[in-house]
Structure formats: C-alpha cells, structure tokens
C-alpha cells in the first residue's frame, strides 16, 4: 500500500542552525501539507501546498518557515534559524484530489529538538 | 508549578469489549470528518471518515457516528483487540480551506 514516507526520523539541531526535513508523497497525490505536535498537545497544522504554490498556511508559519517541491517526489520543509521552542514532531501528510474534502494520509514524522 | 501539555481523556476496556470514543467539535461550519489513530512515536494513521451529509458510517470493526445538532462526533470500536491501544484523534475540515483540526485526543488502553 503506498505511504508517505519522511526523513530523517530524527533531528537534533542547535538553535539558530538551519534544518531540512524531507518527505515523500504519496505518488498519485496532488495536495501536500506539514503539521507539528509539540509533544503531549494536539497536532496543529503547519501549511498546505499545491500546483507548486503555498494554498493556505496558519499563523504558525512565519518567515522563518518555508516549503519546497525541489523535483516530482520530494516535499521538504526549511526551518532557516531553528528556535527551542520549534522542538515538536513534524509530520508530512497528502491527499489526492485538489480541495481539502479529502482524506489525508500521514507519514511517520521526524522528531526535531533544538539544543 | 504549571502544568504544560494536555491531559488526554483515558478510555480502559477489556479485550474484546467495545469500545466508544468522543469528539465534541468545535466549528458548525465543519462538513468533513475524520478519526486518526496514534501509536506511540507514528504518524496520525486514517480509520475511517464522514461527510456531514451523513448520521452514520461503517467500517471494519469501526461505526463512526456523527450528530450535527450537538457538534458530537463518536468512534465505536467492535470487539476491542490490544493492538488497539492508541491515541485517538478526530479531524474535522471546514470546506473553508484544507486544514484540518485535531481535536485532543483519547488514550485507549485495551487489557488483555
């Protein structure tokens, strides 16, 4: 069965430093978000991004934040100058048609903590 | 010194017992639902969804029911295994945009 697959699983930065998380789509999957769960709180979503734009984002994302679609496969997500309290899960997810009815499905998510 | 962090509902059931979840959602605006499922240290896994122009949809071992009146979502969960054990989040989509939103969450602890 197909699955959004993330890497690494595991991140530990230092604050200030720069990360990329990756993440792989689902293939056939048009739609492609990031979510975060500071641990022991709700998931909260991040950003979504479509036809290699940003469609909608929360007040979460600021300029520190930024998605990029770099070829067919990969979604990745920058986080220029990493702060402690960006320390949370980061998940992946992706939904097949265009429009937000639609189901998403979640990679397993990269641990980041920031020293 | 202050709590941080949220303290999840618990559900406990006997294997084999059935178990029902709660969701109160909060927007009336929200038309699609889903439940989630959480294993420790996993990604948000799909169980099962509901368009708001349904009462009640079935899956394997799983009846989401939804109740638009109240704002009430609810998971059922025939015949509770171990592997059951998780954290169980519902979504809901507001046909506003493509974000969903995670309600807290319930731990749900099968004994064997």
């Known amino acids: 069965e197909p699955e959004v697959t993330q890497t690494p699983s595991h991140q530990v930065t230092q604050m200030g430093q720069e990360v990329i998380l990756r993440c792989v789509p689902i293939?056939?999957?048009?739609?492609f978000y990031w979510y975060r769960q500071i641990l022991g709180q709700k998931v909260e979503f991040l950003v979504s991004f479509y036809n290699n734009e940003i469609s909608e984002k929360s007040e979460i994302f600021d300029d520190q934040f930024s998605v990029e679609r770099p070829d067919g496969s990969n979604f990745t997500l920058k986080i220029r100058s990493t702060k402690l309290e960006d320390s949370a899960m980061y998940f992946c997810?992706?939904?097949?048609?265009?429009?937000?009815?639609?189901?998403?499905?979640f990679g397993p998510g990269t641990r980041l903590l920031v020293l | 010194g202050e709590s941080v962090g949220l303290h999840l509902p618990t559900l406990s059931v006997q294997e084999g017992d059935n178990s029902i979840i709660n969701c109160a959602y909060s927007n009336s605006a929200s038309d699609y639902f889903i439940w989630y499922k959480q294993e420790s240290g996993k990604g948000p896994q799909f169980i099962i969804d509901i368009r708001s122009n349904m009462d009640k949809r079935q899956g394997q071992r799983v009846t989401v029911l939804l109740n638009k009146t109240v704002k009430h979502l609810s998971l059922q969960i025939a015949a509770t295994q171990p592997g059951d054990s998780a954290v169980y989040f519902c979504a809901e989509n507001r046909n506003t945009g493509n974000q969903f939103y995670f309600g807290t969450g319930t731990s749900l602890t099968v004994i064997p």
């Open positions: 293939s056939n999957h048009l739609y």
């Open positions: 997810a992706s939904s097949g048609r265009a429009g937000g009815q639609e189901t998403q499905y």
